[in-house]
């Protein structure tokens, strides 16, 4: 547990610095999006290149990261159909429910955590490859492509099939990692001065993002709503009275739902009695499944124009949650391993 706590605390202290800022209003009232910006744009691509450009891309062809997929891909799809069917909501934010529900924390907790229970990190990494390249840029095209069919965006078959050709041009999340998919595949090695600088970049990306994510927390005690966010009067964001609230609380619970304990469970049942994976894999593969939602959904959705509450609160619920599911994990799987 002690270790779990070690793992937890640089999420929770960071998150807190982010609160404290906002509450002080030290930054200023734009903080929260300049910042999200500044980790969309600059710092999460720079992370994603390094890291990319730097492994291995056949390292997650192996049946505890088939076992894996087979839990995120499932919830993630729950969590995308829950979204629309439960709560009614467009192709954007039902992306957003779907990351909430299935994309984990691999980087900054799943690291230390594998670490700390596993003894290595080496399935993490191959997690965090399975994310960057293939769960991210399909929940950044539904983004991408559900935000932009508003007014004036163009809603024809031909617009969205242009609109997907050019993301990898306009969205600098898919644009690094094609880029580190070229310099692996073709064993490019960089100067020593832009590889050190792309990481020292990136090691920005992940507290910079706590803190704007503790940032997002000072809501107005009116409208549970960051300032920067409400929605205008009329709008089919706004939600007056208690009814809205009842159901972002809903919403919520069922991604946090997925997110701990049937993400998990899926995972131990393909890894388990269909793959036959030996005790250490099973551990692995179901430990990262518990892994709570990472921040990265409140950026992507920060950065959409989409209401943040859902993806923030899941961070947040998930991570506590986490730490119950994740001991629970630890203690009926790595007994026998």
């Known amino acids: 547990m002690h270790a779990l706590f070690s793992a937890f605390a640089p999420i ?6 982010g609160y404290t800022v906002g509450r002080s209003g030290l930054l200023g009232e734009q903080a929260e999006a300049v910042l999200g910006r500044f980790v ?12 990319v450009s730097g492994a ?3 390292a997650f062809a192996n049946s505890s990261m088939v076992a894996f997929a087979a839990g995120t891909a499932l919830v993630c799809g729950l969590g995308f159909v829950a979204s629309g069917r439960l709560f009614g909501r467009g192709t954007a934010d039902r992306a957003i429910g779907s990351m909430a529900s299935g994309y984990v924390n691999s980087a900054n907790l ?12 080496s399935f993490v990494a191959q997690i965090i490859l399975f994310q960057v390249l293939l769960v991210s840029p399909v929940i950044l095209t539904l983004l991408d492509t559900g935000a932009g069919a508003g007014p004036g965006a163009g809603s024809g078959k031909g617009s969205v099939f242009r609109r997907m050709l050019t993301m990898p041009v306009r969205n600098p999340v898919i644009m690094a990692s094609l880029l580190g998919v070229v310099v692996s595949a073709l064993g490019l090695r960089l100067p020593h001065a832009l590889a050190h600088s792309c990481d020292v970049l990136g090691a920005a990306a992940v507290p910079t993002a706590l803190i704007t994510l503790g940032l997002s927390l000072n809501v107005r005690p009116a409208t549970g709503v960051p300032a920067t966010q ?8 706004a939600e007056p009275g208690g009814a809205g609230v009842r159901t972002k609380r809903a919403e919520v619970v069922v991604a946090v739902a997925l997110k ?10 393909v890894g388990g009695p269909l793959l ?12 990262c ?14 950065q959409y124009g989409l209401d943040t509450r859902l993806a923030r609160n899941s961070v947040v619920a998930s991570t506590v949650v986490s730490m119950a599911t994740l001991s629970l994990a630890t203690w009926a799987l790595g007994t026998s391993s």
């Open 56 to 58: 291995r891309l056949d």
């Open 230 to 237: 409400r929605a205008e009067p009329g709008s089919e964001r």
């Open 12 to 17: 929770w202290m960071l998150t807190a610095i």
């Open 276 to 287: 036959g994976l030996p005790d250490h894999q099973l551990l692995a593969v179901v430990l």
């Open 40 to 51: 969309f744009h600059v710092a999460m691509p720079a992370a994603l290149f390094s890291m």
């Open 289 to 302: 499944s518990t892994l709570p939602t990472a921040q990265n959904a409140f950026i992507y959705a920060q």
């Open 260 to 269: 701990t304990l049937v993400q998990p469970l899926i995972a131990f049942a």
């Open 110 to 121: 799943g690291i230390p955590v594998a670490v700390q229970v596993l003894g290595d990190a």
